[in-house]
């Protein structure tokens, strides 16, 4: 294949993320990476294992004098979320990326870059690929469907590992390492769509331009969700009226904050449809007055369609849809001030699904205090049976803790003084991470999580800076250079 990114080292590093991003890889689809991986292993003669749900571990012995080192775990998963631009024609089933190199910045066009957690991956590959590095024994383990709910790091048999020290590569901001997450799951609520036919004049409604984030490291910044605002203007539109939902959709992850959210209402009439109209352009000002600020792209339109029949969802249905999501919690609930406003528990209401035979609300509840989860679960549990739902829970993961003593933060800290002059900063994220599932099955584990830089994730405007992407590789060999002394 002909590589777009040129001229930058080592060479190998941007040569396998080229390589893996021509692979579709989202979550429940990594079959044919994880093929690839082990190929990569094999003809290299390395050990590899591949599990029955794709997990991939490859080991690689310690290079010429530090065989006498503790093994070291490096982990990244294989999948990612797949978010798209309105009008961007882009199978991720089928299709790898179309990446873009501009002014030292990687993306692709008009979707996710895939560098959560393609970063990793290529970092692993790279390490494992060069036989003139310095380390200990190395065990990198690849993961599967960590988007939706770590559920690959749940089911490798962890038995198979020899490391009580960790390097996850999932962080996403150069000089910083993060040493604590939060626990989360996903949280659906459910109902059978029950429709009937009409006829009448439909009125559709679309949300879209939010900037949207990941619902644990960008929740602290407020953004706008596609789903509550198109809630709020339904509620508007339909309360006390004769009219039916046509439909109501929006979101495509439950850890992803809305970006767009398309709705639609059957009036009786074509007056009543001429008055909700009008309703809603009215109310599309207002919002974008409220949130243009801080929303620069949000673009609110409403329009009129032609006279016709057409399933609708029956008023209660329509009517517990609508005001279940007006309801729903969301956002930041508990902050602690003695941490710099540090955000304990939130959740996002990720998706609004209306087609089907069941009509969906899905939440990513998180925190890093047990008790306030379950306050969560509580007021989503209420929610549900006041309108009629059942609940679904899946995709449960734990939390991981802070530890006072870890010999690999120190190792990290003192690395990357020595290569860049800096202190490296030291944070607890919002997020999910696997850490605190090999954590909970391996005693004694000590942990870190780091990265290169990469903003946007889980958006269309996922990025990442080649330059830092060199940096992180620097840092991750002289601290293995360092660990193969110990």
Known sequence: MEYRIKGLQPEALFRFFEDISAIPRGSHNEKAISDYLVSFAKERGLWVNQDAANNVIIKKPASAGAENAAPVMLQGHLDMVCEKLAG?????????????????????????????????????????????????????????????GLDGAKALDKSQLDSRTMIN???????????????????????????????GFPVSLEIRGLLGGHSGSDIHKERRNGVKLMARVLRHLTAGKDCRLMA???????????????????YLNREEAQKALEAAQ??????????????????????????????????????????????????????????????????????VR???????????????????????????????????????????????????????????????????????????????????????????????????????CHTPDEHLPLDSFTRFYQLLTDVLARLAEK
């Open 354 to 456: 209306s087609a089907g035979e069941r009509l969906e609300l899905v939440f990513a509840p998180r925190s890093s205090v047990e008790s306030l989860q379950e306050e969560t679960e509580e007021a989503l549990a209420l929610l549900a049976e006041t309108f009629g739902f059942t609940t679904e829970i899946t995709g449960r993961y734990p939390g991981w803790a802070y530890a006072e003593h870890s010999p690999i933060r120190d190792v990290f800290c003192e690395s990357y003084k020595t290569l860049f002059g800096g202190e490296l900063s030291i944070e607890a994220i919002h997020a999910g991470l696997e850490c605190g599932l090999f954590s909970e099955a391996l005693p004694g584990l000590d942990a870190i999580a780091v990265g290169p830089t990469i903003r946007g």
């Open 169 to 199: 590569l999932d962080s996403e901001e150069e000089g910083v390492a993060t040493v604590s997450c939060a626990g989360g799951m996903r949280y659906a609520l459910v109902r059978p769509a029950q429709r009937e036919e009409a006829h």
């Open 248 to 266: 109501f959709d929006g979101g495509s992850k439950d850890n992803a904050i809305p970006r767009e959210c398309s709705a639609s209402v059957l």
């Open 88 to 148: 961007v024609e882009h199978d991720f089933e089928t299709e790898g990326l179309d990446l873009i190199v501009e002014d030292g910045v990687l993306r692709a066009n008009g979707t996710t870059l895939g560098g959560d957690n393609g970063a990793a991956v290529a970092l692993m590959m790279t390490v494992l690929d060069d036989d003139t590095l310095r380390h200990p024994p190395l065990e990198c383990v690849f993961t599967v469907c960590e988007e939706v």
């Open 282 to 351: 009215e109310l599309g000002k207002a919002l974008a007055e409220e949130i243009l600020p801080t929303e620069p792209s949000f673009v609110f339109t409403a329009a009129a369609g032609e006279e016709q029949d057409c399933q609708v969802l029956t008023p209660q249905a329509g009517q517990a849809l609508v005001n279940a999501a007006c309801l729903a919690p969301n956002g930041v609930r508990v902050r602690n001030p003695k941490q710099g406003n540090f955000v304990v528990t939130s959740l996002n209401l990720g998706v």
